[in-house]
């Protein structure tokens, strides 16, 4: 069967776009199983120094009196089971763009809105102790909790 080049055309560029497509999925698939992105789906806490920006983090958190009672994502992770995945591939997301194009902050910094996320798991988990001292919406008028406990999750060595 002979094809007009209309058709010839069309199906040029649908082979150039599977192709594509196809080398964009190919990458991305070697770039996860290359750096280990099915280990974050787990609660691990020797995952968050694949990368070693977080060794730091990660011995201080061993020192820290938390460590017998939560992992990384009991604090840096909502509680809430759908806002969960969102937040990690969120972070995710953005830890693998910025360790890949070495655009990161070092040491490595908190971001305002996982600030708020931590915040929220300290409320979650100590609720029945702050509940005199929350005021409002989850504290939104009182102090963080780390502006008075700065090492309740990490104990840092000087």
């Known amino acids: 069967m002979v094809f007009g080049r ?29 750096a280990k992105g099915y280990s974050y789906l787990s609660s691990d806490p020797t995952v968050c120094v694949n990368c070693h920006v977080m060794d730091p983090q990660y011995d201080s958190w061993q020192n820290g ?3 017998h009672v939560a992992v990384c994502n009991d604090c840096h992770l909502p509680h809430h089971p759908l806002m969960k995945w ?38 979650h988990c100590h609720e029945d102790f702050v509940e005199a001292i929350v005021q409002g919406d989850h504290g939104a008028s009182s102090p963080a909790c780390i502006h008075c406990h700065l090492d309740a999750g990490h104990a840092w060595k000087e």
């Open 65 to 67: 009196g938390h460590r």
């Open 86 to 123: 969102v937040t990690k591939a969120d972070n995710g997301f953005f830890h693998s763009l910025a360790f890949t194009l070495g655009d990161f902050h070092e040491p490595i910094q908190i971001k305002p809105r996982n600030r708020r996320v931590t915040q929220g798991a300290c409320l």
């Open 6 to 34: 209309g058709v010839q055309a069309v199906v040029v560029v649908q082979l150039g776009l599977s192709v594509l497509v196809g080398a964009m999925v190919g990458l991305g698939v070697f770039t996860f199983g290359y």
